[in-house]
């Protein structure tokens, strides 16, 4: 099998592997032990999560700590929730469903249009009582990177806090200013079921979830040294590689272009991050397509929609009809893809295109 959808998630790297191995050690090991607790095996394992703690926050900006929570929607939905209940939310028509559904459902939600390209710029109002601003970094179905660093200084000046969605973008490129940032493990290569929310020094955060407030009081649960020691290797490794895997992933989507010469691109092709090819053809059947390609792992859109009948409402901010978002395939690649599986893949999928008459 060929996986091209590293926007849904991307493969473990055998280092975070290899770091949370220790921690789930069993009865003869000593890897078990509670991270709260104040015994020996306790502090050990709460020395683990401060080690990963720190290699995670090695990629955020300087001044803010690290929240660890169980994956990105629950650090957007502790970011927005957390900021209080009086005023607006102004979130941009593409961002995640964590974050849209969230503002969405505290009634506070004002939505920032976009243009053809994808870009989210700051020539628009936002309300006088705006609160919040959320802008992802990287959008996860048409990869577009936003003007983030437009967007904080617009929230300065209009007395609000900035809250960025980084999780395709964390691991990958520098992750700009802002009060708060979300990011997931294993979108760079950790594993699932660890996030961190990113907060600045000076942010007053609500708790949202009561418990044992493990997490500087704003978070509760046990922290998982294991899922931790995974993402604080990832982080690391992420950083090591950064430049080596941004070059690699430039290298495939210049192939990638020139294999998908035929299809339309959906969204900015320089405002981009390279690892996303979102692409359609007028008339296609994305559905036997991807029956027919079954060794090829790629997304007919968001996977968090897969499934749901619905349009993708990011290929629709960005004026695609529904004939068309329905007709485009967003594949993903990266640190792990090779050449040989690209064009492997494009071959398929463009014999699988041509059987349909397109």
Known sequence: MIY?????????????????LRWLDGPEGTGFGNP??????????????????????????????????GGATEALNLAIRGTGSEGSVSVSA?????????????????????????QCNTRQDVPDDVRLIAVMQVNNEIGTVQPTIDWHRKAKEAGALFLIDAVQAYGKMPVTEADMIAVSAHKFHGPKGIGALWVRDGVELNE????????????????SPALIAGFGVAAQVAAERMMHDAEH??????????????????????????????????????????????NVMFSAGSACA???????????????????AKSSIRLGFGRYTTMEELEKAAETINAAVQDQGL
């Open 208 to 223: 949202v979830q009561t418990g044992g407030g493990q997490e500087s009081g704003l978070r509760s649960g046990t922290l």
């Open 249 to 294: 992933v430039e290298a495939l989507w210049m192939r990638a272009r020139e294999l998908f010469a035929d299809w339309t691109l959906n969204g900015s092709s320089d405002a981009r991050w390279h690892g996303n090819l979102n692409i359609r053809r007028d008339g296609l059947d994305v559905a036997r397509l991807m029956s027919e390609c079954r």
């Open 94 to 118: 593409i961002e995640h469903s964590a974050v849209l559904d969230t503002a969405q459902a505290l009634g506070q939600a004002h939505v920032l249009n976009v243009s053809q390209d994808g």
């Open 306 to 324: 897969s499934g749901s009948g619905r349009t993708s409402h990011v290929l629709k901010a960005i004026g695609l009809t529904d004939q068309q």
């Open 36 to 69: 709260h607790s104040p015994h020996r095996m306790g502090r050990m394992a709460a020395a683990a999560v401060e080690l990963a703690r720190d290699r995670v926050a090695a990629l955020f900006p300087p001044g803010g700590k690290v929240i660890f929570t």
């Open 4 to 20: 091209l959808d590293y926007q849904a998630t991307t493969p473990l790297a055998p280092e975070a592997r290899d770091a949370m």
